[in-house]
């Protein structure tokens, strides 16, 4: 009779599990009114359409470095000018697309934390029952010889006992899985809400970059009425004007380096071999538009008759610019400079940054869209976004100004020096 009784409760505990494992894997599961498969089908839905702007996203760069190489003539900015726009309107989808596509993922992975989370629970009280039903074990061996009638019913409570053992050692594996697997979900889930910070971060840079680049085009056809002959002259102008500034400014920051009244100074004998593969490219994919040392733009008179101290990367207007490696920011500019005019902002440097790396060697990162973000004294990774890519300072187009120095200071007017002599050759070390 004791033996029915017990074999009952085990098989009550038995179908308990059974339907509890039932509700969990059968059931359709809904938050905010989807389905985790019609959450899945939404995802791939995405994936489709992102492919699709990818193809026009490669499409428009191309068509944007081929204008950008193409002679100067009013036709051609306006083009150019217009792929930018084309192709930031183009970025801005893809990141509302990932916006989307990543608040999708967030709400799969907070119903899968939810659902594990009850399959713990539920998983626990089962374990908590089977342990209960031990406890009928808990009495000597002896005692079940001596109370079983025959060796068939002892043999028959041994199994019973073991079957139980064997239950509980299943449901504290399937605990242990159910715990582990909700331990990564959640540091996953942390991770997608990062990146969806970052989407939402890099979509508000692009769209101030789209307003720029409109006005900019603005300017340009109110400037010259249409016409080649004003875009000529507005060009000389400004050339004449970018000459004009940095000639002062070298003027400038030789005499700072006479008299020493630097806001702050680093030097280092440091020279790793060519070759050496230091730092990598700020910006990815980026196109070299001009080197390091003497240029065709330095022979021009650009950079006061001294040699072009860094080379310029181009890339599209609001790409991200990345630390080139790890390091401590020492510097940066404490008022923002606007793009596509006042030349001698900052120095001609715009908006810029600088990180000082473990070997004492300084990069520096010019012309970013808006001040950077980053704090000085912060810590980078090569994985920090330190600005995004602009045409502030003394810069006419969309670029990137990368300058690597042994000997870097800034000046009492809080903007680092042009300092060619101090600096190496950049392509060097990446």
Wanted: with cysteine; net charge positive.
């Amino acid at each position: 009779m004791i033996c029915n009784i017990f074999e009952f409760q085990i098989s009550k505990v038995k179908k308990t599990f059974f339907y509890v494992l039932v509700l969990f894997f059968m059931a359709p599961i809904v938050c905010f009114g989807l389905t985790l498969e019609e959450i899945q089908n939404k995802i791939g839905e995405l994936n489709q359409k992102l492919q699709g702007y990818e193809v026009r996203r490669k499409e428009l760069s191309e068509k944007i470095l081929e204008k950008k190489y193409q002679a100067k003539n009013l036709q051609n900015e306006i083009e150019y000018l217009n792929y930018n726009i084309n192709k930031l309107e183009n970025d801005i989808e893809i990141l509302e697309l990932n916006i989307e596509q990543k608040a999708l993922e967030i709400e799969r992975k907070n119903i899968f934390i939810e659902d594990t989370a009850k399959k713990i629970k539920n998983t626990t009280f089962l374990i908590e029952k089977i342990l209960n039903q031990l406890n009928d074990f808990k009495k000597p061996l002896i005692y079940f010889i001596f109370s079983s009638i025959s060796l068939s019913e002892f043999t028959n409570k041994i199994d019973q006992f073991t079957k139980i053992n064997s239950a509980l050692i299943l449901n504290a594996r399937y605990l242990k899985s159910l715990k582990d697997n909700l331990r990564s979900e959640k540091l996953a889930l942390e991770t997608a809400k990062y990146e969806l910070s970052n989407f939402k971060s890099e979509k508000e840079s692009k769209k101030f970059a789209l307003s720029l680049q409109k006005q900019q085009q603005a300017i340009i056809l109110q400037q010259t009425k249409g016409e080649e002959k004003r875009y000529q002259s507005l060009l000389s102008e400004v050339e004449k004007e970018r000459i004009k500034i940095m000639n002062e400014i070298v003027r400038y920051e030789e005499e700072t380096k006479r008299l020493r009244n630097f806001k702050f100074y680093s030097v280092t004998n440091i020279r790793p071999p060519q070759g050496t593969k230091l730092f990598r490219y700020p910006i990815d994919g980026a196109v070299l538009t001009q080197r390091y040392g003497s240029t065709e733009f330095s022979r021009k008179g650009y950079y006061g008759g001294a040699i072009h101290n860094g080379i310029d990367i181009a890339g599209d207007f609001g790409t991200k610019v990345y630390a080139a490696a790890e390091g401590k920011v020492i510097g940066k500019n404490s008022t923002a400079c606007p793009n596509f005019k006042d030349y001698g902002c900052q120095g001609g440097w715009g908006n810029w940054v600088a990180i000082e790396h473990a070997n004492k060697m300084v990069t520096l990162y010019a012309h970013l869209m808006q001040p950077s973000s980053l704090e000085i004294g912060s810590m980078v990774t090569v994985d920090s976004v330190v600005g995004y890519q602009g045409s502030s300072g003394n810069s006419t187009a969309p670029h990137l100004h990368f300058s690597v120095y042994t000997e870097f200071y800034i000046t009492d007017k809080r903007w680092p020096g042009y300092n060619p002599e101090g600096t190496v050759n950049p392509l060097w070390y990446l």
